[in-house]
């Protein structure tokens, strides 16, 4: 009897997820930045009521 040679499957097992997703809601970096040193003066300002 000959032996069979099993070779693994190309994506071994492995799930593949698209390169880039792309989201509904989009928000710039900027706009992050700008919220984020908004509630850091909002907390200040809080502090020193």
Do not use: H
Not at 20 to 39: A, D, H, R, T
């Amino acid at each position: 009897m000959e032996e069979k040679l099993s070779i693994p499957a190309s994506g071994g097992g492995l799930v593949r997820y698209y390169e880039e997703y792309k989201s509904k809601l989009q928000i710039k970096p900027e706009f992050v930045i700008l919220i984020i040193i908004l509630v850091i003066i909002f907390e200040i300002v809080l502090r020193f009521i």
